[in-house]
């Protein structure tokens, strides 16, 4: 696919030149797409700039975010809750400031499927770019990548896993578009805001702090003190999932859970997916010494009980300045990675040993290629599909093990939610009528585990047919079984 | 290179395994910012002179490689040290002893149904693939094992304890009255000869020991039952359309013959780690299994012990699991070297 190969071949930009029809439909379709979310795009790279700037020491530019971030929100977004909201009110004959004057359960339920539609949207904009790219600018007829694809096409299982965890990445990302309520007026300051409700005893439209619903509003199990998946409470708020032991609005608390595991798990991956692979890089060029130090060191860290390891480094670490960033995120994927990376670099060690003894290696070796260029040329393409099947298995491990450790009450700080907090606060009332507090949750992360799991088969199975025999499988198997949390 | 010479380097590989995954220990407890003293004393009182007599008295005063090969020594010479704050002046071996069997008795419980029902459902699912029957075992495998080990014991402890109001049946008087959570009684353990000599009062014993641990058990054993089942289907599905058993089923080899002497035996190659792999799964999950149904075992005993701060009982406990999985890996190794002629043969 590097086009340098043939002497006649010209430039994709030219090629692009010469028929630029494709390109320009395709671009043309994402430009809409984008435009009808350019509010949360922009707001987006506010907040990321915002992020830099204030790790820039000195503060520079004070004013500069603000009204950045402001602009952003005053950009009308498609999916917004302002463009479609859902908090309105009963005032005794219909309904008040939602969508079209629905009941607020339906204006919900329109911008949920308006997300989803757009999400899915967006994916096909995505693969139809491919798919032009492989009809009008490739050169090849056929590649071997081709074949990965096609084969995960006819791959159901691993489609379906795909799809789960497609639907849950959006739930994370659309996080704040998609709940009923926003976790600042729901959840952290619940006494600042407040929301309107029709009074059925007085006949009137009444006021009350957000707080004040909550308190009355949780589930707690016995008699009145219950709201249950898909109802209104007293205060004309709908729940899709129930509320909260303290009244909270579960699908709120539950999307921002989703938001910080997933990005817990996918960062953890990512980082040790790196130090695995650039480690398995050189043990494998070099073997011998660095071979064997890297291999006791990895036994040693697999060597302690990776759930306890979690444990211990988890305490120690919880009242040092490292547990401030981002409510603890960045301190336990630190722990995560240091627990981690052993399991996949041993995953990987047996395909990139392979790679460095075949011919080319020797070949790039003799005209005195620098030992960087072979690792990151010839030998890393072939070692990375097996990296991605590993990592897809790992996620749904994490996300039990970061949910099992703040079960334990460990972990991420409260009040930011966390899905194994929301476990151990329902479990008194799983055999009551409030059965939904842990339930849900507990589903939801078999769910996406599943589907991490279902998606790592069909990544396995696309990538290597061959490969779903005995002993390798094995190793994803004990993978994909997590911490034991 | 032979398969014992192979075995014998992976022996020897394990003794630095074991002295650097202590030293890890080490680094994490003495190195990191938790200050025992404070734990000991309670907070805010981390300075000040009875701090710091406690620091000299617990030899944290002392230079820090000292301090690491005191720790070493007395680790290798099983020297455990005593607690600090969990069980103050109690000796670590003392502790373990009393926490541990309740452990053991988890532990052995769910390898068993792991292995007694995951193996069986695999092999069966693989003798008959692509059948309903194949498509549900795997299925709830599969999300059997995605179920989060502590949620799924929340689930079971809510339901058994209303098991009357909730199914009409009611775990707690079946059989044998016995509570939902808090740990077995395991009395029986001390006199197993009472087993015999006085079997009217020891069997119901044992049996409400085994009752009790059963629900536990079962969600600790879920992930590796989930694992076996999976890996146990694709062996005998691989073995099933490999040469060699077509060539016996063609010179005649009865049905029976061949799937107990052709195809279970090569099938349980690749279920070596699985097996030996539950020890990972096993200690790590019993820590919070143990928190849900309230067992003081093991896991209990270490977490309770990190996050009170106290040092060396958790030293300790660490590196005694640090044996284990290091000697569980020897096992697995060892059987590989025994079961599986092609061992060594391979470099990877």
């Known amino acids: 696919m590097s086009n340098t190969q043939q002497v006649d071949e010209v430039p994709l930009t030219q090629r692009i030149r010469e028929n630029p029809r494709p390109l320009a439909v395709w671009l043309a379709m994402g430009a809409v797409l984008i435009a009808l979310e350019f509010g949360a795009v922009f ?67 329109v911008r949920v499927v308006l997300v989803y539609l757009y999400a899915f949207l967006f994916l096909g904009w995505v693969w139809n770019g491919y798919v032009r790219f492989r009809r009008h600018y490739r050169y ?114 539950l999307a921002t859970g989703a938001r910080i595991s997933l990005s817990i798990a996918i960062s953890t991956m990512v980082i040790s997916g790196f130090i695995a692979l650039a480690l398995a890089m050189v ?20 060597a302690l009980p990776q759930l306890m390891l979690l444990i211990l480094l988890m305490v120690v670490f919880n009242q040092t300045w490292l547990s401030e960033f981002y409510d603890g ?38 005209f005195g290629q620098r030992p960087w260029v072979i690792m990151k040329k010839h030998m890393a393409p072939y070692v990375l599909g097996y990296l991605l099947i590993y990592t897809s298995m790992s996620l749904g491990g994490i996300i039990i093990a970061v949910a099992g450790l703040s ?37 939801l992360i078999t769910l996406i585990v599943t589907g991490f799991n279902a998606m790592g088969d069909g990544i396995r199975d696309a990538i290597d047919p061959k490969s779903a025999k005995g002993e390798g499988d094995g190793n994803t198997e004990a993978v994909a079984g997590g911490s034991g949390a | 290179m032979s398969r014992w010479q192979y075995f014998l380097r992976r022996l020897l590989l394990s003794i630095p395994v074991v002295i650097f995954g202590t030293t890890i220990t080490f680094m994490i407890i003495r190195l990191g910012p938790l200050d025992p003293a404070a734990a000991i004393l309670g907070p805010g009182q981390a300075s000040g002179p009875r701090a710091e007599e406690l620091r000299r008295q617990l030899g944290l005063t002392q230079p820090l490689w000292e301090q690491y090969f005191d720790f070493m020594l007395d680790m290798v010479t099983f020297n455990l040290g005593n607690s600090w704050v969990i069980s103050s002046g109690t000796p670590a071996y003392e502790l373990i002893l ?77 059989l044998i009255t016995t509570p939902v959570v808090t740990p077995p009684r395991l009395g029986f353990m001390t006199e197993p000869l009472a087993l015999i000599t006085n079997p009217s009062e020891s069997w119901p014993q044992l049996l409400g020991a085994i009752k009790q641990i059963a629900p536990a058990a079962i969600v600790l054993g879920s992930s590796s039952m989930g694992n076996e089942m999976r890996i146990g289907r694709t062996a005998v599905l691989e073995t099933i359309n490999s040469n060699y058993v077509e ?76 044996l284990i999985l290091v000697g569980t890996n020897i096992l697995q190794d060892f059987l590989y070297t025994v079961i599986d002629p092609r061992v060594g043969y391979d470099e990877s």
């Open chain 1, 407 to 443: 079960y334990l009450g460990l972990g991420i700080n409260p009040p930011t939610p966390e899905w194994g907090r929301i476990i151990s606060d329902g479990q008194p009332y799983v055999a009551t009528q409030s059965w939904h507090i842990s339930l849900i949750p507990g589903i």
């Open chain 1, 329 to 366: 995120a960045l301190l336990m994927v630190m722990i995560f990675v240091f627990g981690y990376w052993p399991f996949l670099w041993r995953a990987i060690r047996g395909p990139a040993l392979q790679i460095a003894e075949e011919e080319w290696i020797d070949a790039a070796k003799s």
């Open chain 1, 43 to 109: 707001g987006f790279a506010a907040d990321l700039l915002s992020v830099v700037i204030s790790l820039i020491p000195g503060n520079p530019l004070p004013g500069v975010v603000s009204f950045l971030e402001s602009l952003g929100s005053s950009i009308p977004t498609l999916l917004s809750r302002e463009t479609i909201p859902n908090q309105g009110y009963f005032n005794g004959s219909g309904y008040e400031n939602t969508f079209l004057g629905l009941e607020p359960m339906l204006a919900w339920l």
């Open chain 2, 98 to 174: 009393i926490y541990a069997p309740r452990t053991i008795w988890l532990g052995f419980w769910s390898v068993l149904i792991a292995l007694f029902v995951g193996i069986p459902l695999g092999f069966y699912a693989g003798l008959n693939p692509n059948t309903f029957s194949d498509y549900t075992a795997s299925f709830g495998g599969i999300v059997w094992r995605a179920m989060p080990n502590f949620w799924l014991a929340i689930i079971l402890v809510s339901v058994l304890s209303q098991s009357e109001q909730l199914i009409g049946w009611d775990w707690k008087t079946w």
């Open chain 1, 140 to 253: 090849a007829d056929w590649t071997p990548r081709d074949d990965v694809v096609d084969r995960l096409r006819s791959h159901q299982w691993g489609q379906f896993g795909l799809i789960v965890v497609f639907l849950f990445v959006i739930l994370a990302v659309f996080a704040p578009a998609l709940g009923p309520t926003t976790v600042e007026a729901n959840i952290l300051n619940p006494y600042s805001h407040t929301v309107q409700f029709w009074n059925a005893d007085a006949g009137a439209v009444q006021e009350v702090t957000v707080g004040q619903a909550n308190l009355q509003s949780g589930s707690q199990g016995s008699g009145t003190q219950n709201v249950g998946p898909w109802t209104y409470d007293d205060f004309g708020r709908f729940h899709p999932f129930g509320t909260t032991t303290n009244g909270k609005d579960m699908f709120t608390f």
């Open chain 1, 283 to 302: 043990t494998a060029y070099y073997k011998g010494l660095a071979d064997l130090l890297v291999v006791v060191s990895s036994d040693s860290i697999q």
């Open chain 2, 247 to 322: 060539t016996a089923k063609a010179k005649g080899v009865s049905n029976r013959t061949l799937v107990w002497k052709h195809v279970f035996r090569n099938a349980l190659i690749p279920l070596v780690p699985i097996i030996t792999g539950e020890a990972f799964l096993l200690i790590g999950g019993s820590v919070l299994v143990e928190t849900v149904f309230a067992i003081n075992g093991i896991g209990y005993l270490f977490f309770q012990a990190a996050i009170q701060g106290d040092l060396p009982l958790v030293g300790s406990l660490m590196f005694i699991f640090i």
